[in-house]
């Protein structure tokens, strides 16, 4: 069997990908808001990269932190609602046995006071009918 070579010559690299150039109209078309978030970071996306024009410049410091923000930003929306359901997910996973403890001792609690209130409520019952018929016989 052969190996697959490490290098695969097709497939751009990086900075042949940020030294494209864009179109003017990609370059003046505001980037529309996806239906859907993809799973994927894309890229080639116009917003991604600010594509270098030719005989210009290399990225400055602003552009490659500017690039930088915008990368962030997006992964981190993209993350967004997985980080949620995850943490959703684990503190209800962790919860549940604490919750179960609790209405366990709540409910026990609460049956030990009504079981309190009802001897009492008894007791004097009992007490105020004896008390009534000793009045009577007298």
């Known amino acids: 069997m052969s190996q697959?070579?490490?290098f695969?010559?097709?497939i751009p690299v990086l900075t042949e990908?940020?030294?494209?150039t864009a179109s003017p109209e990609a370059?003046?078309?505001p980037d529309p808001a996806p239906a859907e978030a993809p799973t994927g970071l894309d890229m080639a996306a116009p917003d991604a990269a600010?594509?270098?024009r030719p005989g210009a410049e290399p990225f400055g410091d602003d552009a490659w932190e500017a690039l930088e923000e915008r990368l962030v930003a997006r992964v981190l929306d993209r993350l967004q609602d997985r980080v949620e359901l995850t943490l959703e997910d684990q503190i209800r996973t962790s919860l549940a046995p604490v919750l179960d403890?609790?209405?366990?001792?709540?409910a026990?609690?609460?049956r030990d006071g009504l079981q309190h209130t009802?001897?009492?409520v008894v007791a004097r019952a009992v007490a105020q009918e004896l008390t009534h018929l000793k009045s009577r016989n007298s």
Request: a negative charge.
């Open 4 to 6: 697959a070579p490490a």
């Open 17 to 20: 990908v940020v030294a494209e």
């Open 8 to 10: 695969d010559e097709s």
């Open 27 to 29: 370059a003046r078309a």
């Open 50 to 52: 600010p594509a270098a």
């Open 108 to 110: 026990s609690e609460l």
């Open 118 to 120: 009802v001897e009492q």
């Open 101 to 106: 403890h609790v209405v366990v001792r709540l």
